[in-house]
């Protein structure tokens, strides 16, 4: 496989991951939360890869050609970011420590980031519509080969990303649990903005 097309396809990658979403949210909010910001990046980090598998199966071709399954995959992701916001939002999140950290946090934790990606609007972009953009048919690796390495790269880059942002969270907002109050209700309430938009263009398109 090109080199370059690795490179392109992860240089567009990265600038849609560090775009604000509902991937921004969640990592804010767990680093705020938990003992580790870990299970919620590896929560992420699975979400992707399965849709990574799924993509090179051939599964996505399928869901990107069929619009009645695309727009209810759109409509369940929004749904899901209003739900999880308005949880962030009425139960905001601030610095814990370890022995105040509810029990069983690191595994929700980690089931929710695998919904937060897996289910995320933007990652469906991603891998529905941009990936297969930068495969060859003609290549000397198959497609579903190809695939996987853009997805691996995609997610190598949101691991490396997230535990920077997550750990960047702890560090500023340690100690200033005010602070961490209203990030988490603004990451709670972009959320909502993001799924309310999702279903509104979906409806209304």
């Known amino acids: 496989m090109a ?29 705020l939360r938990g003992r580790s910001v870990y299970p919620a990046v590896s929560g992420l980090v699975v979400g992707y890869a399965a849709i990574t598998l799924i993509v090179a199966a051939g599964v996505g071709a399928l869901v990107a050609g069929s619009p009645a ?16 916001g308005a949880m962030t939002f009425a139960h905001p999140a601030t610095p814990d420590t370890p022995a105040t ?10 089931l929710r980031g695998i919904g937060v990606s897996g289910l995320n609007p933007k990652g469906l972009l991603i891998f529905l519509a941009l990936l297969p953009q930068f495969t ?3 290549g000397a690796w198959p497609v579903a080969g ?19 942002l997550g750990a960047l969270t702890r560090t500023v907002l340690h100690g200033r649990p005010a602070a961490a109050r209203l ?8 959320m909502i903005g993001i799924g309310v938009w999702l279903l509104t263009e979906r409806i209304l398109s």
């Open 3 to 31: 080199a370059g097309s690795v490179l392109a396809f992860w240089a567009v990658a990265f600038l849609l991951i560090v775009v604000p979403g509902a991937d921004w949210a969640f990592t804010i909010g767990a680093g």
């Open 69 to 84: 399954v695309l727009t209810g995959l759109t409509l369940v992701g929004g749904l899901y970011l209003m739900w999880h």
């Open 101 to 110: 950290a509810p029990a069983g946090t690191d595994w929700n934790t980690f």
């Open 136 to 138: 060859d048919p003609h």
């Open 146 to 164: 190809q695939i996987g390495v853009l997805g691996l790269a995609f997610m190598a880059t949101c691991a490396l990303f997230y535990l920077c």
């Open 183 to 190: 990030i988490s209700r603004l990451s709670g309430a972009a």
